[in-house]
């Protein structure tokens, strides 16, 4: 037997495959079926900032509405369950699912700013997240704040969680940090016991018919894995202490087997379940564990990396020389 274990974050998982957070993971059901099928661990859905203050924020205000309206004055105002507002559907679904399985459950936390983000990053720790996963999404429209004061913004949000949390700390990137080497560097001295590479941006569109702004899920495709097959190559040759996980065009054992190899200590998919179901885990993991025996490796361990920048007879791949290479052989 091949074995596939794997260690991300400092925890030993029985796989190289994780699920990440969507639809499927909010669900004890879809929880136990991708367990059933070899994942590795789980990333629960996020727990939106802006989400939960905004939940809380209107039930005060209807709360403290009493009996100051003229509508009020003959019904009595509806019940808050607070149970389902703010965090606590978060922490209700994290206890459910520790409850449920036996591999480790990732919580995720999702912002723009500083602010809350350390506390429900605890709440979550301290209800038995195995780890945290922050996701660091924005859409950065001042025109006077730069790009190095957004990494510095993000840098201050990491070290406010890393501060309040004794979990093993992941930070989920977009594409977008100007320069990704040295980010990765500052951020591990701020806290970050890993990256994971990387966000997927869903970009407003324009209804024609409508003539308003609208957005709709697309899912991935295996050709967005190559930006994230770079720069995890670059970085495992950069930071080899820091745990890298691929995300974003991971639909097969293949796919995580290129991963792998770059230096990927995991392979995060979340469109190839959302097409295909909680069992096509199982399927990417044959096809992994196939791929290893056909090539004579005993392990995953003795996989990784092997590729990664510091690896391979020309670094330069990994750069601009591919970029022209690519270019000119068009023309």
Same mark, same amino acid.
Request: aromatic fraction near 6%; charge should be negative.
């Given at each position: ?19 990440? !957070? ?51 004055? *003959? ?13 606590? #559907? ?49 859409? @950065?429209? @001042? ?26 700390? +992941? ?13 990765? #560097? #500052? ?11 990387? @966000? ?38 950069? #930071?080899?202490?820091? *745990?890298?996980? +691929? ?20 392979? !995060? ?41 510091? @690896?391979? *007879? ?18």
């Amino acid at each position: 037997m091949v074995d596939v274990t794997t260690t991300y974050l400092g925890m030993q998982l029985r796989t190289p495959i994780i699920a990440s !957070c969507s639809p499927l993971t909010g669900r004890i059901d879809s929880l136990r079926g991708l367990q059933d099928a070899g994942a590795g661990a789980v990333v629960l859905p996020s727990l939106f900032q802006e989400e939960v203050e905004a939940e809380e924020l209107a039930a005060v205000a209807l709360q403290d509405t009493g009996d100051d309206f003229a509508e009020f004055a *003959s019904a009595p105002l509806p019940d808050i369950d607070w149970e389902r507002l703010g965090p606590d #559907r978060h922490l209700r679904l994290l206890s459910q699912a520790k409850d449920a399985l036996q591999i480790p459950v990732l919580a995720s936390v999702n912002g723009t700013r500083p602010g809350d983000w350390a506390k429900y990053a605890r709440l979550l720790a301290d209800a038995g997240a195995d780890a945290v996963e922050l996701n660091l999404y924005s859409v @950065n429209t @001042n025109p006077d704040e730069s790009s190095a004061a957004v990494e510095d913004r993000y840098l201050r949000i990491i070290s406010m969680v890393r501060a309040q949390i004794e979990v093993p700390l +992941a930070v989920k990137l977009s594409q977008h940090i100007t320069g990704l080497s040295s980010f990765a #560097r #500052r951020a591990e001295d701020a806290g970050a016991n890993g990256l994971v590479l990387f @966000n997927r941006f869903y970009g407003a569109e324009v209804d024609l018919d409508a003539l308003a702004m609208t957005s709709r899920l697309a899912l991935s495709n295996p050709e967005e894995l190559r930006f994230p097959l770079r720069w995890i190559g670059i970085l495992r040759a950069q #930071r080899p202490g820091l *745990s890298l996980a +691929a995300t974003t065009g991971v639909h097969s054992g293949l796919d995580a087997v290129k991963a792998l190899l770059v230096g990927a200590d995991v392979a !995060c998919t979340t469109s190839a379940v959302l097409q295909h179901g909680t069992g096509r885990v199982g399927r990417m993991l044959a096809e992994l564990g196939t791929w290893l025996t056909d090539h004579d490796y005993d392990s995953v361990r003795q996989l990784q990396g092997s590729m990664s920048a510091d @690896n391979v *007879s020309d670094p330069a791949a990994f750069e601009r020389a591919q970029y022209m290479k690519v270019i000119t052989s068009q023309i």
